[in-house]
């Protein structure tokens, strides 16, 4: 009798456990529980994307300022490695180091030209030729099969 009694027992609480693992799946397949899972889903996504730009946006400012660093646009000069001399020229009274110019509107515009710069020229600047006219069904970019 004992042993009917201990099997019931374990018959009852299986069919108590697998009630309540059904009623659990049927809570998780309702509309609202599937569309609260889409949403927590989508926010996570939205935290993940947030977390990638602001990463994103930290290594582009990082990267700007090794550029402005190495171009001399924060304020600091920026010098051009010596040139070499032709062989058998004469020597030049240049010793070989110049420092390119501050780029207008920077920190280091505003210091005063050093006596080395102000022998300097301006560089020419380059006249770009006018467009010509294209002849219909000729065209410049290719060449000319006759």
């Known amino acids: 009798m004992v042993r009917r009694i201990f099997w019931m027992a374990v018959g009852a609480g299986a069919t108590v456990w697998a009630m309540s693992k059904a009623d659990e799946a049927v809570r998780r397949l309702t509309p609202d529980s599937l569309s609260g899972t889409a949403a927590r889903g989508a926010l996570r996504f939205g935290d993940a994307a947030k977390r990638f730009a602001r990463d994103v946006r930290t290594g582009m400012e990082e990267r700007e300022r090794e550029l402005r660093a190495d171009l001399g646009l924060d304020g600091t000069a920026v010098?051009?490695?010596?040139?070499?001399?032709?062989l058998g020229g004469s020597a030049a009274a240049d010793d070989g180091v110049r420092?390119?110019?501050?780029?207008p509107g920077s920190p280091a515009a505003a210091l005063p030209p050093s006596p080395r710069t102000e022998?300097?020229?301006?560089?020419?600047t380059i006249v770009a030729k006018p467009r010509q006219r294209e002849l219909p069904g000729r065209t410049t970019d290719r060449k000319d099969p006759h």
């Open 119 to 124: 022998r300097r020229t301006t560089p020419q």
């Open 99 to 103: 420092a390119i110019s501050a780029a």
């Open 79 to 86: 010098v051009e490695p010596p040139r070499r001399r032709a």
